[in-house]
C-alpha cells in the first residue's frame, strides 16, 4: 500500500464550479499535512497547510481525519488559473528536527470555460 | 529574488557520465533536503542537511549518489557513472520549521 493516495483525476470542471479531492495516508503516527499545488514543469508550492480543526484560506478549505487518516482539500468558485496538480503531503520528523515530506501522486484539476 | 535557487535547470547527458547540481537555499534557512520527481508521481525523498551536516538519507540515494553542504549554505548533488534511470526532475528545498520552499529543480535527460 502507498504510503500517501490519491486520485490522478483529471477532474475537468466548469468555471465557477466547487471541486473535492480527497487523500489517504497509511502511517497513523503521522502528525502534519500539507496541500502543495504543482503546475506543468514546474515545482511544487505550498498551497496550505492541514489542521485538525479544518482551515481556511479563501476559497480553499483544507480538513483532516485523523480517525480515518483521510484528508481533503475543497475549492470553491473554481478560476482557470487553479488548473494545476495537487499533491498530497504527509510530514513525517527526521533527525536534528528535520521533516521528510511524503507525497502522493498529486490530482490534476482543468478548470474550463 | 530571495527563493531556492537551483542550476542548471537542465542537463543532458551521456549514459556513464558523472554530473553536479548545485541548490542555493534561502539565507536564513537551515534545513536543506533534496527530492527526485519523475513523470506522473509525487517527488521522493532523497537526502536532508542541517546546517553542513547530513543526517539522514533514503534507500534511494544509491553508492553512486553523493551530495554535500560543505559550510552549511548551497549544496551539491553528485551523479557518477549516470544510468537512464537516474532520468527526472532534482529538486531541492529549504527551511526553518516545517514549511519547505522548493526550488525549481534541474531537469536531468540520460541518453
Known amino acids: 500500500r502507498k504510503e500517501v493516495e490519491q486520485d490522478p483525476g483529471p477532474f475537468n470542471v466548469p468555471e465557477g464550479a466547487t471541486v473535492a479531492f480527497n487523500c489517504t495516508y497509511s502511517?497513523?503516527?503521522?502528525?502534519?499535512f500539507f496541500w502543495y499545488r504543482q503546475d506543468c514543469r514546474k515545482e511544487p508550492k505550498l498551497l496550505m497547510s492541514?489542521?485538525?480543526s479544518g482551515n481556511e484560506d479563501g476559497r480553499f478549505t483544507a480538513q483532516l481525519n485523523r480517525a480515518s487518516q483521510y484528508i481533503s482539500l475543497l475549492i470553491r468558485d473554481s478560476k482557470l488559473s487553479d488548473s494545476a496538480t495537487y499533491l498530497c503531503?504527509?510530514?513525517?520528523?527526521?533527525?536534528?528536527?528535520?521533516?521528510?515530506?511524503?507525497f502522493g501522486t498529486g490530482t490534476q484539476l482543468k478548470v474550463e470555460l | 529574488d530571495t527563493g531556492v535557487s537551483q542550476n542548471p535547470r537542465h542537463k543532458i547527458t551521456k549514459r556513464g557520465q558523472n554530473v553536479t547540481f548545485r541548490c542555493d537555499p534561502i539565507?536564513?534557512?537551515?534545513?536543506l533536503y533534496w527530492y527526485r520527481q519523475t513523470l506522473g508521481q509525487g517527488p521522493e525523498f532523497l537526502t536532508y542537511?542541517?546546517?553542513?551536516?547530513?543526517?539522514?538519507k533514503s534507500r534511494l540515494l544509491s553508492d553512486r549518489f553523493s551530495a554535500e553542504r560543505p559550510k552549511g549554505s548551497f549544496s551539491t548533488l553528485e551523479i557518477q557513472r549516470t544510468e537512464q534511470g537516474d532520468s527526472a526532475m532534482y529538486l531541492c528545498?529549504?527551511?526553518?520549521?516545517?514549511?519547505?520552499?522548493f526550488g525549481p529543480g534541474t531537469r536531468l535527460t540520460v541518453t
Open positions: 528545498a529549504s527551511s526553518f520549521e516545517y514549511e519547505q520552499y
Open positions: 502511517n497513523s503516527a503521522s502528525q502534519s
Open positions: 492541514v489542521y485538525s
Open positions: 503531503v504527509v510530514n513525517s520528523p527526521l533527525t536534528g528536527g528535520g521533516n521528510k515530506l511524503t
Open positions: 539565507s536564513e534557512h537551515n534545513r
Open positions: 542537511f542541517q546546517n553542513e551536516a547530513q543526517l539522514e
